[in-house]
């Protein structure tokens, strides 16, 4: 089992022994001993927004694709119009942005997709994919949007992901997966995944 795609089962089997500990500890100090197991094993969110550089090179063997982790933002600055719109889905948190250095490989005639990319940070319940609608909040922050490469094409570009609730979120980390499939003549192509910590 992915230890960051299942935080949330992580964090639960946490508030469990922290909650046991506190029943054999006895009475009196039960609740205050739950409450500081929970707040020391959760990262809080910065007090700032940051931006982190990874420079962290891995390979997906089976495709051949070269990615690169360059940096990690982990509070976008929107447009008021953007902020207003996505008010809704954001309820208070932030967009985080991922800069990511890629060339696909030339195994399968397959782009490297943004689908395959996820983040999961402290306390969100469960990883959320990339979307494409702050684009021009990257723009107008000086950083180029993502465009998937395909078969031996590089890329360069910046992924946007919403963390709901969380304003400047910490323990953040990325998800690479992709699933298994079958080359031009008929070999299995395992399927692949990697986590990277962003912050």
């Not at 902020?83 to 696909?104: C, D, E, K, N, Y």
């Not at 180029?144 to 946007?160: F, H, K, L, V």
Request: charged content about 10%.
């Amino acid at each position: 089992m992915n230890k960051h795609k299942m935080a949330a089962v992580g964090v639960a089997g946490l508030a469990g022994l922290a909650l046991f500990g506190g029943c054999t500890a006895g009475a009196s100090g039960g609740a205050g001993a739950t409450s500081s197991s929970l707040v020391a094993a959760t990262p809080m969110p910065a007090d700032t927004p940051s931006l982190t550089d990874r420079n962290l090179a891995f390979q997906d063997p089976g495709l051949g694709h070269s990615i690169k982790v360059v940096a990690f933002l982990n509070d976008l600055p929107l447009s008021d119009d953007d902020a207003a719109a996505f008010a809704g889905s954001l309820q208070g948190g932030s967009v985080v942005a991922l800069h990511v250095a890629a060339t696909a490989g030339i195994v399968m005639p397959t782009y490297i997709y943004d689908s395959n990319f996820q983040i999961q940070c402290a306390g969100m319940v469960a990883p959320t994919p990339p979307n494409t609608y702050f684009a021009a909040d990257l723009t107008a922050a000086g950083y180029s949007p993502w465009t998937n490469p395909d078969r031996a094409e590089s890329a360069d570009g910046w992924m946007t992901f919403t963390v709901s609730g969380i304003k400047n979120p910490t323990g953040c980390y990325l998800i690479y997966s992709r699933d298994a499939t079958m080359a031009p003549g008929g070999t299995t192509i395992a399927a692949f995944e990697k986590d990277v910590e962003l912050n």
